[in-house]
């Protein structure tokens, strides 16, 4: 399974745009790039899937360029109760499955 | 993450004793996982189980742990003579899908885990 590197942190201010970007240099054709969002005592919540190019749903978009070596998560708008802690994952599901999560990106959301 | 029932959680145990905690996949989920989640550090695979049998157990440590996901009831995930080192949250999960699944474009659905404090 791919490696994947993340900013550590990031802070924001509310009503503004947030960019998480995420590197996976080693991804191979049959990866997907998944996201995850996770608060303080709470299960890892699914935010958005991709493969190439861009993604969107209501919650947020993902980026992909062409070489697939990196993702951006984009959070339009952020409020307070987006901050939380974002795993970029990267794999593909062979004849066992696992989720190989980093240590994510705490973001943090300013009044 | 309603969907997939944990308990108990929280849970406080002496040095010694057993822990048992307990995971209800969501309905028509017949793929549950296991991972733990350390203070300040991200989620650690376990576990990987279908009905009745261990896929993948290679995030396990080989002693005191034990998984099973029996044909009738949920996911048991056993850690026997508990030490400090075993507090964590612990995170069961399930997916629809058989192998190909998930980063075919399915999702993984996690619960809201199980906290374990080894006193």
């Known amino acids: 399974l791919a490696k994947t590197t993340q900013p550590i942190s990031m802070d924001s201010y509310e009503g503004q745009e947030v960019n998480i970007t995420c590197s996976h240099n080693?991804?191979?054709?049959?990866?997907?790039i998944t996201w995850y969002q996770q608060f303080p005592s709470q299960g890892p919540r699914f935010i958005i899937q991709g493969y190439k190019t861009k993604v969107t749903n209501e919650v947020a978009s993902l980026f992909i360029p062409a070489d697939r070596k990196s993702s951006t998560l984009s959070l339009p708008r952020v409020s307070l109760s987006d901050t939380a802690v974002y795993y970029c994952?990267?794999?593909?599901?062979?004849?066992?499955?696992?989720?190989?999560f980093g240590s994510g990106t705490r973001l943090l959301v300013r009044p | 993450n309603a969907g997939v029932m944990q308990n108990p959680r929280h849970l406080v145990r002496r040095r010694g004793q057993e822990a048992r905690l307990r995971c209800s996949p969501m309905?028509?989920?017949?793929?549950v996982y296991w991972y733990r989640q350390l203070p300040e550090e991200g989620l650690k695979f376990m576990v990987y189980?279908?009905?009745?049998?261990?896929?993948?157990e290679s995030g396990m440590p080989k002693e005191r742990f034990s998984a099973e996901f029996p044909k009738e009831g949920p996911s048991i995930l056993r850690i026997q003579q508990v030490v400090r080192g075993d507090s964590a949250a612990y995170f069961c999960a399930s997916s629809p899908t058989p192998t190909g699944g998930l980063f075919s474009g399915n999702t993984i659905y996690f619960g809201e885990g199980s906290w374990l404090t080894v006193v």
């Open positions: 080693n991804i191979a054709t049959n990866d997907y």
């Open positions: 994952l990267v794999g593909d599901w062979d004849s066992s499955y696992k989720l190989i």
């Open positions: 189980l279908q009905k009745e049998n261990i896929i993948d």
């Open positions: 309905k028509g989920h017949s793929h």
